[in-house]
């Protein structure tokens, strides 16, 4: 009896030792679970926060590389720098106010601006402008340009030359230490190209090139009218000047407008000829059936046109000779072209 309760206790003390055993490997297996639980949460935030860290880097990076990029833009004032027609640099400003530019003064008014002084002969601009200029100063250029402190008092921004000789002797190294100082060597030679060149200097692009698209329909007009009285006809400029009389030919002034961009013929004295020159003798040469006479100077055509010689004259006969203004027809720019568009026009069609 007791080995069997020996026996029992022995098994009860294993079933104890057995239960014990196991919870306690239950309970360890549980340890060791909950602390590589705890482990890997560790490793993946750990991870996390070493992916993060580039980014933020990166970013922060980034963000100060583009203040420092925008602290080393250089500040764009808009002022550039272009070559005159003699090869100067020139700098352009990006805003001009004041502008001086004599004998440009039609191309300036075409683009809306009014110079701070007018090229004029004594006293006396361009006739044909004077009702938009005549509240601007003058600045006699009959015995040359005007001196630099004469400039000085208008206080330019910007100076532009109509051609090289107006930059001959110093004037050029005057001029540009008061403003910087644009030459061309001829302005006259091409209107409408000088005309988008002082566009493109003072900010008038647009202005420039409608105000030309204006012109060419006007030209074109003016030719469907004049083809309808004049096709195959020739007409004479006469110019009557103090120094002499000349006929002019196709390449300046109103001969450009008459000739070239209306179509009237040429007569045979200028047919390759930029002028002629006209005595009575050659009178009876002048093969036009028009003769349009330029006066400048009251009494220069007096002498010539009271002679016989001039009265036979097949367009005087025909009572087709007419009188214009100089001014105009001796300018240079779209409003004095629009003038002889006009005056053409009323003689030749009315």
Not at 179 to 191: K, M, R
């Amino acid at each position: 009896m007791f080995h069997d309760f020996k026996r029992s206790a022995q098994r009860s003390v294993v079933s104890k030792f057995r239960s014990t055993r196991l919870s306690a490997l239950i309970l360890l297996v549980l340890i060791t679970g909950l602390l590589s639980a705890c482990g890997a949460a560790s490793e993946n935030n750990t991870g996390a926060a070493q992916e993060e860290q580039p980014a933020t880097e990166s970013l922060t990076t980034a963000s100060t590389e583009t203040a420092v990029e925008k602290d080393q833009e250089p500040e764009t004032t808009g002022d550039r720098t272009v070559k005159d027609d003699l090869g100067h640099d020139v700098l352009v400003p990006a805003k001009t106010e004041r502008v001086f530019a004599p004998y440009l003064e039609d191309s300036l008014l075409t683009l809306g601006v009014k110079p701070v002084a007018q090229w004029a002969s004594g006293t006396k601009g361009h006739v044909y402008l004077q009702d938009q200029l005549s509240d601007v100063p003058t600045l006699d250029f009959s015995s040359g340009l005007p001196s630099p402190e004469a400039l000085m008092s208008y206080n330019p921004d910007f100076i532009i030359l109509h051609t090289a000789q107006y930059a001959e002797n110093g004037v050029y190294e005057s001029y540009s230490k008061i403003a910087p100082t644009y030459v061309f060597t001829n302005a006259s030679g091409d209107v409408e190209k000088s005309l988008q060149v002082i566009g493109d200097l003072l900010g008038k692009t647009a202005e420039a090139e409608k105000a030309i698209e204006t012109y060419h329909a006007k030209v074109e007009s003016a030719k469907a009218e004049l083809a309808k009285v004049a096709e195959g006809k020739k007409a004479a400029i006469i110019r009557f000047a103090p120094r002499g009389i000349s006929m002019m030919g196709g390449n300046y002034f109103s001969g450009y407008v008459v000739y070239e961009q209306l179509g009237l013929g040429k007569p045979a004295l200028v047919e390759t000829e930029n002028s002629a020159i006209v005595s009575t003798e050659v009178l009876p040469e002048i093969d036009a059936d028009f003769i349009f006479t330029v006066e400048q100077g009251a009494g220069n055509m007096k002498e010539m046109t009271e002679t016989n010689v001039w009265k036979s004259m097949p367009a005087v006969q025909a009572g087709h000779v007419y009188a214009v203004e100089s001014a105009p027809w001796l300018g240079s720019g779209l409003i004095a072209y629009s003038h002889v568009i006009d005056d053409t026009l009323k003689a030749l069609t009315q």
